[in-house]
C-alpha cells in the first residue's frame, strides 16, 4: 500500500459525460501528480500540484481540469468525454526530502462507452 | 527536455536465472534521480529501486540492483534469482534535481518481463 488513495478504482462512462477522479496523498505529501496510461502507450504526465498551486502541466487536454484543495486532496475532471479518453489515470503524490521519491496510487480506471 | 528510452520491448527468463534491462536517458541536467517502476498485471505502479546522479555507488534493492553509467547517461535493472512475480512490465524514469514543485517523473516505454517456470 503506497498511501495515496484513489476514487473510484473502476468507472464506465458515456461519451460526452463528465466525471470526476479523486486522490488523496500520503500523509504529509505537498505534490500531487495525475498521469494518464492508455491500452497502448506509456505513462504521459498531465499535471501537477504543489500545495495547491499548479507548478507544471503536461499533456492535458483543455476538456480536463484538476485542483489541489486546502485539505492537499485533488481531484481531476475530464469532461466532454470521448471513447479515446478510456485509460488508468494515475494520481501519485511525494514530498520534497524524501528522496525525491514519487509514490503512485492504484489508479481510476475509465471506460467511455 | 528529458527522454527516456528503453530498447528492449520484451524479454523473458526462466525462473531463477539473471536479467537485464536497458534504459538510457538524455539531459543535459547535471543532478537527477532516476527510478525503476514495476507495473504487474493488476497494473498497480510500484517502485523498485531509486538512485540519486550524484552517487557513484550503484543502488541495490534485494534481488534487484542498477548498473548507474553517468558519463554513457545508462541506468539498467538487474533482476537476479528470478519470481514468478517478477512477472510485469518495468519502466525505468527520470526526474530532475533538486525535487521541489514543478519537477516530474519522465518515463521511458516499459520493458515487458516474462518470467517462465
Known amino acids: 500500500d503506497s498511501g495515496v488513495t484513489q476514487t473510484p478504482k473502476h468507472l464506465i462512462t458515456a461519451t460526452g459525460q463528465r466525471v470526476t477522479l479523486r486522490c488523496s496523498p500520503r500523509s504529509g505529501d505537498l505534490s500531487v501528480y495525475w498521469y494518464q496510461q492508455s491500452l497502448d502507450q506509456g505513462l504521459q504526465f498531465l499535471i501537477q500540484?504543489?500545495?495547491?498551486?499548479?507548478?507544471a502541466k503536461g499533456n492535458i487536454l483543455e476538456r480536463f481540469s484538476a485542483q489541489q484543495f486546502p485539505d492537499l486532496h485533488s481531484e481531476l475532471n475530464l469532461s466532454s468525454l470521448e471513447l479515446g479518453d478510456s485509460a488508468l489515470y494515475f494520481c501519485a503524490s511525494s514530498v520534497v526530502g524524501n528522496g525525491n521519491t514519487i509514490y503512485f496510487g492504484e489508479g481510476s480506471w475509465l471506460t467511455v462507452v | 527536455a528529458q527522454t527516456v528510452t528503453q530498447s528492449q520491448p520484451e524479454m523473458s527468463v526462466q525462473e531463477a536465472e539473471t536479467v537485464t534491462l536497458s534504459c538510457t536517458y538524455d539531459?543535459?541536467?547535471?543532478?537527477?534521480?532516476l527510478f525503476w517502476y514495476k507495473q504487474p498485471p493488476s497494473r498497480q505502479m510500484i517502485l523498485v529501486i531509486r538512485?540519486?546522479?550524484?552517487?557513484?555507488q550503484n543502488a541495490t534493492e534485494n534481488r534487484f540492483s542498477v548498473n548507474f553509467q553517468k558519463a554513457a547517461k545508462s541506468f539498467s535493472l538487474k533482476i537476479s534469482d528470478s519470481q514468478l512475480g517478477d512477472t510485469a512490465m518495468y519502466f525505468c524514469a527520470f526526474m530532475k534535481h533538486p525535487v521541489a514543485a514543478g519537477n516530474k517523473l519522465t518515463f521511458g516505454g516499459g520493458t515487458r518481463v516474462l518470467v517462465k517456470p
Open positions: 539531459t543535459s541536467e547535471n543532478n537527477y534521480y
Open positions: 500540484y504543489y500545495n495547491g498551486e499548479e507548478r
Open positions: 538512485q540519486e546522479a550524484y552517487k557513484q
